[in-house]
C-alpha cells in the first residue's frame, strides 16, 4: 500500500514547479524601513526599495542548498499609477549563480500586458540553463533613454524562484 502511494505522489508531482525557500537577501542599498527581505515575505503589500542615488542596483537571493532553478517570478511594486510602474523594471537581468560558473537566465526587457495591474508579475525562465544554482542574481543597471519612465531603483513586491519537483536530488 505504501508503495502505491509513494507511486502516486511521484506521479502527480513530477514536472511540476515548487517554490524554493530563499534563506537571506542581501542588496546592494535600502531606503527606508523597505528592507531587501520584504521580497520573500510572501506579501506584496510589504516591499523592497533601494536608495535613490541612481546607480546599479542588485539584488542577490541566496538559496538554503544547490538547486537547478526553472524560473524566477518577480512581482513589480504597484504605485497606482500604471504607466511608470510598468516601466521600471525595464532592463532588470537575472543571472543564476553556481558554484563553478554564472548563467544568465534573462531579462525583463518589455512591458507585460496584464489585466491585474495590481500584481504586474514577470516570468523570467531558466530551464535552458538549469545548473545547480547556489543564488539569484537580480542586476539593474540599464536605463532606456526613449523610456521616460524606466529607472534604475528597485522597486519589488515580491521575487520568487521555482525549481521542477524531483524524487532525488
Same mark, same amino acid.
Given at each position: 500500500m505504501m508503495f502505491l502511494l509513494l507511486l502516486l505522489f511521484v506521479a502527480t508531482t513530477r514536472g511540476k514547479s515548487r517554490q524554493?525557500?530563499?534563506r537571506e537577501v542581501i542588496s546592494r542599498t535600502k531606503w /527606508? /524601513? %523597505?528592507?531587501p527581505g520584504n521580497v520573500v515575505d510572501g506579501n506584496t503589500t510589504t516591499l523592497y526599495h533601494s536608495s535613490l542615488d541612481k546607480k546599479p542596483e542588485w539584488l542577490k537571493l #541566496?538559496?538554503? %542548498? +544547490? &538547486? %537547478?532553478?526553472?524560473?524566477v517570478v518577480i512581482i513589480n511594486r504597484f504605485e497606482g499609477v500604471p504607466e511608470p510602474s510598468? %516601466?521600471?523594471l525595464i /532592463? &532588470? +537581468?537575472v543571472t543564476l549563480i553556481g558554484s563553478s560558473k554564472? &548563467? $544568465?537566465? /534573462? $531579462? #525583463? @526587457? $518589455?512591458v507585460k500586458s496584464v489585466a491585474d495591474l495590481k500584481h504586474q508579475t514577470y516570468t523570467v525562465p531558466c530551464s535552458a &540553463?538549469?545548473?545547480p544554482t547556489l543564488a539569484v542574481f537580480l542586476y539593474d543597471d540599464v536605463k532606456d533613454p526613449s523610456e521616460?519612465? @524606466?529607472q534604475i531603483i528597485m522597486h519589488l513586491a515580491e521575487a520568487m524562484v521555482f525549481t521542477l519537483f524531483t524524487l532525488y536530488p
Open positions: 524554493v525557500p530563499v /527606508g /524601513g %523597505k528592507a #541566496i538559496l538554503p %542548498k +544547490e &538547486t %537547478k532553478v526553472e524560473k510598468l %516601466k521600471r /532592463g &532588470t +537581468e554564472n &548563467t $544568465s537566465c /534573462g $531579462s #525583463i @526587457d $518589455s &540553463t538549469a545548473q521616460e519612465y @524606466d
